[in-house]
């Protein structure tokens, strides 16, 4: 069967990009008893996948998520796994690994994660680091939510105790903490375009890991602060200087609804030639995918590899004044939302590549 047969999707994510990309190819809709191709969201995903629900994925079935996809999106699991393999890799090298040394001739760019603990478990570390630089800001986040919602800055311990007492967690263990959090040093100098703060949105597609195959999207863009920034910790609480979530950003007074706060990658890099020469662009470009490709080889080896499975994983990176790039986090379901004419385009293009590479024409005989 073609690529244009009836293949029976599902979906409960019901965004323009994925519902015009699949009637373009005259796609039917499903049924949650009978679908061959699934665009799910994370929390239905793993009920469809949980171990109780019994459920197989057939031959003809193909779902955008793995198994275990939290090993590299879940915050905490993410920073952990990174920083083993990079103790493996240092020790890799050491032992005169080729792959190693070839993988680092590559990829040199390690160092990309900040500074960042999980709380309330390295709770008793984390004081010891921050004593040792009082006057120094952190960030914290929910280990497993998204769009902003429960992040605060900090810089100074009393503001943890103070959090920790107002939701109840007196005694910091996990016994009783239901939710965990991570607080990573805050990135306190970013690159900044007409004075704002700024973070960029990449996007890689992963169809295998064993071997891994990734594709990394050539399209991306950068979300903006709608307040120009400043380091002056009587602002740390404003949420508009400091979080680029479109989803905090659009309620606030200086929003541009017009672009949604947003540039193209192919702006920024435009703007970084223009500003900052040819090879530092082209270092930094060469810095992202060795965040990409080291993150991915991070959790190679943990990752349920299933043919029937796939993920188009959304990078958050925020890029230093030195033009050095950070990871901040990577999304299992990144946002398909459009807020601009830009936005549609991209978004749609980006469906549209996936299902030409994860779709074989013979699907699904």
Request: glycine letters at 4%; charged letters at 25%.
């Amino acid at each position: 069967m073609s690529r244009n047969g009836n293949i029976k999707w599902m979906t409960d994510i019901e965004k323009s990009c994925l519902l015009t990309n699949f009637e373009k190819r005259r796609w039917v809709r499903g049924t949650e008893d009978d679908w061959n191709f699934y665009w799910a969201g994370v929390y239905n995903f793993r009920t469809i996948m949980s171990p109780e629900s019994g459920y197989r994925l057939a031959e003809n079935q193909i779902i955008n998520h793995f198994p275990n996809h939290h090993e590299l999106t879940k915050k905490d699991l993410m920073v952990k796994n990174i920083k083993r393999y990079r103790k493996e890799f240092e020790k890799e090298k050491a032992n005169g690994s080729e792959r190693a040394l070839a993988t680092e001739a590559k990829f040199p760019y390690l160092d990309f994660v900040p500074t960042t603990y999980t709380l309330p478990g390295d709770y008793n570390l984390f004081t010891e680091e921050f004593r040792k630089n009082p006057s120094s800001v952190w960030i914290m986040k929910p280990t497993d939510k998204a769009r902003g919602i429960g992040i605060f800055i900090i810089n100074k311990l009393q503001q943890i105790r103070k959090w920790s007492r107002d939701t109840k967690f007196q005694q910091w263990s996990y016994a009783n903490c239901k939710d965990t959090y991570v607080i990573s040093r805050y990135i306190g100098n970013p690159l900044l375009i007409g004075g704002k703060k700024f973070d960029l949105r990449m996007y890689v597609l992963v169809t295998s890991w064993r071997p891994l195959i990734a594709y990394k999207y050539k399209q991306g863009f950068t979300r903006f602060c709608s307040i120009k920034y400043t380091s002056d910790v009587d602002n740390l609480a404003n949420t508009f200087m400091h979080l680029t979530n479109v989803s905090i950003q659009k309620y606030g007074e200086d929003y541009n609804e017009t672009n949604g706060g947003k540039w193209s990658l192919k702006n920024l890099l435009l703007y970084l030639r223009a500003t900052r020469g040819q090879e530092t662009v082209d270092k930094l470009m060469n810095e992202i995918d060795s965040i990409i490709v080291h993150s991915l080889r991070a959790v190679q080896n943990l990752m349920t590899n299933d043919r029937h499975c796939f993920e188009c994983y959304g990078y958050d990176i925020i890029i230093d004044a030195d033009l050095r790039p950070w990871l901040i986090e990577v999304n299992a379901s990144p946002s398909l939302s459009a807020t601009t004419a830009s936005d549609r385009l991209i978004k749609h293009s980006l469906i549209n590549d996936i299902l030409n590479i994860v779709v074989p024409d013979e699907f699904p005989e």
